[in-house]
């Protein structure tokens, strides 16, 4: 299968600011996800948008999704340095997941 | 809740040798597991899809009988990697659900090293 691409791949910012990310897919989803990956880990599920909805909260996250552009956005406001990690845009189709490439999020203290 | 174990969290072994990976959904039953391999600084691919009981679907390109797929109960999934040789080395991912549209639970993953 084909993978989405994520776009930066990589993003350094300071404690306190915001973080945005964004993604493209290319099938036809379900619902997409946003997991984040601290390095040599497992993943952590963030959040879960579905193809009908267009934006989500979750604390600290929110996430956009277009589905004409087939594409989406997360946000992660006022970001502490734990937030340090991988992020992943993941396509679900039925019970498959599709990983985008990923986009490294360094926030410095 | 929904706690997914991955032991070991790393192998070093020599080449040729067969590792096991299990892969244990703690605190729920997981009707489906999945497999997926994660080269350096890259994303995950999925490998394969584990169901209870039944045989597992493993994507193209990935060879069946190098990667040994068990899925005896519906909390346990094993990966072995048979005669495993320096290009399998890798970081190996599993996940666990609950069901169709569910969010899959990750394991922390296990970090392979053949030498």
């Known amino acids: 299968s084909q993978q989405g691409e994520e776009d930066p791949q990589a993003l350094s910012i300071q404690e306190g600011e915001n973080a945005t990310m964004n993604c493209s897919y290319k099938?036809?989803?379900?619902?997409l996800q946003w997991y984040r990956q601290n390095s040599g880990r497992g993943l952590v599920h963030l959040i879960l948008?579905?193809?009908?909805?267009r934006e989500k909260h979750s604390g600290r996250l929110r996430v956009t999704l277009d589905t004409s552009k087939k594409s989406s956005s997360l946000l992660i406001t006022a970001s502490r340095a734990a937030d340090t990690a991988s992020y992943f845009c993941?396509?679900?189709?039925?019970?498959?997941?599709?990983f985008g490439g990923g986009t490294r999020v360094l926030v410095k203290p | 809740g929904a706690v997914v174990s991955q032991h070991p969290s790393w192998v070093i072994c020599k080449s040729g040798t067969s590792v096991k990976i299990e892969c244990r959904s703690l605190?729920?039953?997981?009707?489906?597991m999945f497999w997926y391999r994660q080269f350096p600084k890259q994303s995950l691919m999925l490998m394969a899809t584990?169901?209870?009981?039944?045989?597992?679907?493993?994507e193209q390109g990935v060879e069946k009988d190098k990667f040994l797929i068990n899925h005896a109960s519906l909390t346990l999934s094993t990966l072995t990697v048979t005669s495993a040789h320096p290009e399998d080395s890798s970081f190996y991912i599993c996940?666990?659900?609950?069901?169709?549209?569910?969010?899959?639970?990750f394991g922390d993953g296990t970090r392979l090293s053949i030498l």
């Open positions: 993941v396509e679900a189709a039925g019970n498959k997941l599709t």
């Open positions: 948008i579905r193809s009908n909805e």
């Open positions: 605190d729920f039953q997981a009707t489906t």
């Open positions: 996940s666990a659900t609950q069901g169709s549209g569910q969010p899959q639970h």
């Open positions: 584990s169901n209870e009981g039944s045989k597992a679907t493993y």
């Open positions: 099938t036809s989803i379900n619902n």
